[in-house]
């Protein structure tokens, strides 16, 4: 059997060393090295999606790997792709590292400097471990294994105050309404208010967690309070000092536990940036950050999106912006602040309608927010585009919970219409006012045209009025022949009169403005006038 390795290694010397030792391997296909943690989850994400057949049987991680530290990165491998064994490359081979890597689930560890002995004898018994368990899921339990697990959605206030919470607990109110399971943790760990939204009074936090080696399902299930909604919910510590006690290895411990027991886990990280809401952005399958259509919020999110990028944490290109308080009269557009951040803008933009907010927040029953709401409309469209919501079959079963006629209703808005929905009705509602503003521009077009017209008439009469009133002919017949020569037929009946006024023969022209269409009149009238000057006239 051909074992397929991949290494993440963050130095390029080490890199080098390690895949010239990987190429001797015999039955190895090693895969190019990934340079940090971030890369190395996305690529086994990215397989995973595919098949548990795609994963590599044997991933290497460097002691000096970035910018996840190496045990905190196994300990999320493990727990995210169980079929793949893990290897930690390190320096320290003593008996204290030796347990901590396999506490943390690490299938062995390999002394620097490489050798090849070593590194052939680890990689194999490795590589049989996990072809043991794939068989054991594929054969006893595949419903066992979903890949990564659920799915992570982190939102992340641009500044304080731009709508995080209640997008966050919106976001999770509709997968739940969906039949998703769904968890929402409240990592806003000095001000967290999801508990003030949906009206709760519990004692237990994520605090509580942060001296836990080992969070099993019931030590989980102590400190989570379980919502009439349906919602798990992990909330901020009520003592906002001791925020400082959870950790990014705490915050990736919680969310990999969460994750693996739930479809659905939404994080509100707040505005401020600490170790554990760094941690959850960097884990998390879909970032949001929300910015409200303002200058102050649109650089503050342009620094966050920046901050993130230098630490390592998240690509601007992986981050969704949510633009909140959103006005089409507004100055600041989502085009704009899609180029000023670099990032994707969701195509679900929240409306301004606090109003509609009011009531429910003031009661702290964000729950019970009407579906006709805008805003609620908005944000269970925007858990639509994430794919956050299923559709709803008949006769569900399992932990899925029946949603309410309310929560129906908002799926169905979103379902049926979304942004397409809005851009129709303000369409139908514009139509109106733009027809009017066509039909006035095209009455004005005719008025000038028969206003041009009439001018052009009036002076070929009156030149061909001068010529014969030389010669003692016709002057009103040659007045009149030259002027109806000059107008279009709808235009032919008009009002044609020369006559001389000192040393100049005067012409003038009457026509009539269609309404509308040409022929087509309805009393308006516009004159033209010119004059040319008699011949052989000495006064």
């Given at each position: 059997m051909t074992v397929r390795i991949l290494p993440a290694v963050g130095d390029i010397d080490s890199a080098r060393a390690l895949t010239t030792l990987l190429s001797q391997l015999a039955d190895t296909e090693p895969a190019p090295p990934v340079p940090d943690s971030t890369a190395l989850l996305d690529t086994l994400a990215r397989l995973a999606?595919?098949?548990?057949?795609?994963?590599?049987?044997?991933?290497?991680?460097?002691?000096?790997?970035?910018?996840?530290?190496?045990?905190d990165l196994i300990r999320d491998l493990v727990m995210r792709f169980p079929a793949v064994g893990v290897i930690l490359?390190?320096?320290?081979?003593?008996?204290?590292?030796?347990t901590a890597a396999m506490d943390s689930g690490a299938r062995g560890i390999i002394g620097l400097p490489l050798g090849y002995d070593?590194?052939?004898e680890r990689v194999q018994a490795a590589a049989a471990w996990s072809a043991g368990m794939r068989r054991h899921l594929h054969s006893g339990a595949p419903e066992l294994y979903a890949g990564p697990g659920g799915t992570v959605v982190t939102v992340t206030g641009a500044k304080g105050g731009v709508g995080a919470t209640v997008t966050a607990v919106q976001l999770a109110l509709a997968a739940r309404a969906s039949g998703r399971s769904v968890a929402l943790v409240d990592l806003d760990l000095q001000s967290g208010d999801v508990a003030s939204y949906l009206d709760v009074q519990f004692r237990r936090s994520v605090a509580d967690l942060a001296a836990i080696s080992d969070i099993n399902p019931r030590v989980l299930q102590d400190a989570v309070y379980t919502h009439d909604s349906g919602i798990a919910l992990l909330l901020a510590p009520a003592e906002g000092e001791r925020g400082e006690e959870v950790t990014d290895r705490v915050a990736r411990q919680v969310l990999g536990a969460l994750r693996s027991r739930h479809d659905v886990v939404v994080v509100d990280c707040g505005s401020q940036m600490n170790s554990a809401t760094a941690a959850a952005v960097e884990m998390a399958d879909q970032a949001l950050l929300l910015v409200t259509p303002d200058v102050i919020a649109v650089r503050a999110a342009k620094r966050m999106v920046r901050m993130w990028d230098r630490l390592q944490i998240r690509k601007a290109e992986e981050t969704t912006?949510?633009?909140?308080r959103f006005a089409r009269g507004t100055e600041i557009q989502p085009s704009l602040v899609e180029r000023v951040t670099g990032t994707k803008v969701a195509r679900s933009a929240v409306p301004a309608a606090f109003k509609e907010l009011q009531s429910v927040v003031d009661a702290g029953r964000l729950q019970d927010l009407d579906a006709r709401s805008t805003v609620k409309q908005a944000l269970w469209a925007l858990a639509g585009e994430l794919d956050l919501v299923v559709a709803q079959e008949g006769g569900g079963g399992g932990r899925r919970r029946k949603a309410s006629s309310s929560d129906r209703g908002a799926l169905t808005l979103r379902r049926r219409g979304g942004d397409r929905g809005a851009v129709t009705l303000e369409f139908a509602g514009m139509f109106?006012?733009?027809?009017?503003?066509?039909?006035?521009?095209?009455?004005?077009?005719?008025?000038?045209?028969s206003y041009s017209l009439a001018g052009n008439a009036a002076d070929e009469a009156a030149r061909a009025a001068t010529a014969a009133y030389a010669v003692n002919e016709d002057v009103a017949g040659a007045c009149a022949a030259a002027g109806s020569e000059h107008l279009p037929g709808a235009w032919s009946g008009a009002e044609i009169d020369c006559g001389p006024a000192g040393s100049v023969m005067r012409a003038t022209v009457e026509v009539d403005v269609p309404l509308f269409f040409p022929g087509f009149d309805a009393g308006f009238h516009v004159r033209g006038s010119a004059g040319a000057a008699l011949e052989g006239d000495d006064g």
């Open positions: 999606a595919e098949s548990l057949d795609e994963l590599p049987e044997v991933v290497l991680v460097h002691e000096r790997i970035g910018p996840v530290p190496a045990l490359i390190t320096a320290d081979t003593s008996t204290g590292v030796l070593a590194l052939a912006t949510v633009v909140n109106p006012l733009l027809l009017v503003v066509m039909t006035i521009l095209w009455q004005a077009v005719l008025y000038g045209y």
